[in-house]
């Protein structure tokens, strides 16, 4: 039996069509990904209530370009990305705490806002977030993601006495390193570090900074820097020349007392593995909410 080839031609053609479209959307689908930068998967803002007693300060609304809202690919001078977040009800004129939240290894601006889940919680309290991406952790690196807080202040109203930084794992060693280096200790107002990799080895023969409201937040089960948190608290406890016997809190955490200018030096302890975010944000954002404005 002779086959007719010349039959068979259109659905030939109409088949190699169908499988190229198959070939070709794996393909499309990753360069579409690609010009997201990750910054379509963010999570929910909330609505701030901007109560009277509540605004510390002011800005100049016609000075500033940030939009209320997500925003994406904000960059710092060396070309790390970092997003913003703000109440969805955001007024420029007011002046709001700053919430610099610090990716660990691995992970990056977009991965750290789904995990740590800080967003509605922070923006429904007031504060403008920013997610920044996870630079390899160096002291030049560091000192570079220290200039966020400056650059979002140019575009969104930011009460630069109230600037807190947070972290988990690189993350975490980075934002306690912003209150500990001699040219960056002036940024933060306080700082709420977890799974930090430093301990007291690291921190022996550092100068203490200024007294500073600090939170430690480290996991019983952290294999990776086990015993740690504890060590680093220790430590913040005594250049805040806190009481060396901390009191028990809430949600694990213990408080220390007696503290100079009354700083809040808190260690808080899970039972997570060590890549896991702790499960304590609205602990968090109280703990930074009544830290008040810090003296520069």
Not at 143 to 165: M, Q, S, Y
Request: a neutral charge.
């Amino acid at each position: 039996m002779m086959i007719n080839f010349s039959r068979l031609k259109p659905y030939l053609t109409s088949r190699n069509k169908w499988l190229a479209v198959l070939f070709l959307l794996p393909v499309l689908l990753a360069f579409v990904l690609l010009l997201m930068d990750n910054s379509g998967d963010f999570a929910q803002m909330g609505t701030a209530s901007y109560r009277p007693e509540s605004v510390q300060g002011r800005c100049q609304p016609d000075l500033l370009i940030g939009e209320a809202g997500a925003s994406h690919g904000e960059s710092t001078q060396d070309g790390i990305k970092y997003n913003v977040r703000t109440p969805l009800n955001y007024d420029p004129s007011i002046a709001h705490p700053l919430l610099l939240v610090l990716s660990p290894a691995g992970s990056n601006r977009a991965k750290t806002e789904k995990t740590t889940g800080l967003t509605l919680p922070a923006t429904t309290a007031g504060f403008i977030v920013a997610y920044a991406d996870h630079p390899e952790l160096s002291p030049t690196t560091t000192i570079e993601l220290g200039t966020i807080p400056k650059r979002v202040a140019e575009k969104w109203c930011i009460d630069e006495k109230r600037i807190f930084i947070t972290g988990h794992s690189d993350g975490g060693t980075s934002a306690m390193a912003l209150a500990f280096m001699a040219g960056t200790r002036h940024i933060p107002g306080a700082i709420a570090s977890s799974a930090a990799g430093i301990g007291y080895q690291d921190l022996r023969d550092r100068q203490c900074p200024k007294p500073l409201p600090v939170m430690i937040m480290h996991s019983a089960n952290d294999h990776l820097f086990p015993g740690y948190g504890l060590e680093s608290s220790g430590w913040w406890a005594a250049c805040n020349k806190c009481d060396p016997i901390p009191e028990k809190l809430v949600n694990g955490c213990f408080g220390y007392s007696g503290c100079a200018d009354g700083v809040k030096t808190w260690y808080c302890e899970g039972d997570k593995l060590h890549a896991q975010w702790p499960a304590i944000n609205d602990t968090l954002i109280d703990f930074f909410a009544s830290s008040g404005r810090r003296q520069r």
